[in-house]
């Protein structure tokens, strides 16, 4: 999974620039994550059944989509559970204190991995998929050239890098407390070939990606 953020004040155009971005996106046939910091310390459903009946995880389930509420997630989990989704792109509007990717800053905003919105050229999809690289929980692991995520992403926003440049495996992702535990190439083929093959003798080896979760 590729991830492009996208920074700025409000009203600066953010969230026009990620609509058009994921309708381009889906139109290509690629499947699209959309993850925005409300910028509030809850969701208000007050006016609403699932928000008054006090219970630790909820969940409104409508005829054509879900909507499930869980106590505080962090970001980083969140764009895990995304990659294991098979979510293709994901455009994470907002969380401007962090570097997720490389960066669309709009209103002035340009530091770091960020390339200001009035220097792109063509559609906004075009943008994700020039500069959006792949989601690697900081794993850090060198083999682009470069000594860490966050250095090839600048490189990439400079137009130093491409983000095919980056050779982080994807084979597996695993969740550890909540977060996205880089693994090396040797772990990573050890974890998806024993869990694979657990999956496979319980599903009946139907299907070729599977979500599985593990409380210890």
Known sequence: MRVLQVVGPKGSG???????AVQGLRKRGYRVGYVKSVGEPRLDLRSRDTGRV???VRAGV???????FLPE???DTILGLLSLLGIDYAIVEGFGSRELGVRVGFGGRHEGATIPA???EGAPEDAVVRYAVKYTAEADCGRCGYDS????RRAVARG????DDCRAPELATVLVDERPVPLNPFVERVVRNVVAGLVSSLRGGEGDRALVAVRL
């Open 14 to 20: 953010k969230t026009s620039f990620c609509r058009r």
């Open 54 to 56: 006090p219970a630790d």
């Open 62 to 68: 409508a005829e054509s989509e879900t909507v499930l």
């Open 73 to 75: 997630l962090k970001v």
């Open 118 to 120: 009035e220097e792109l």
């Open 149 to 152: 995520c966050r250095a090839f």
């Open 160 to 163: 130093e890098a491409s983000p």
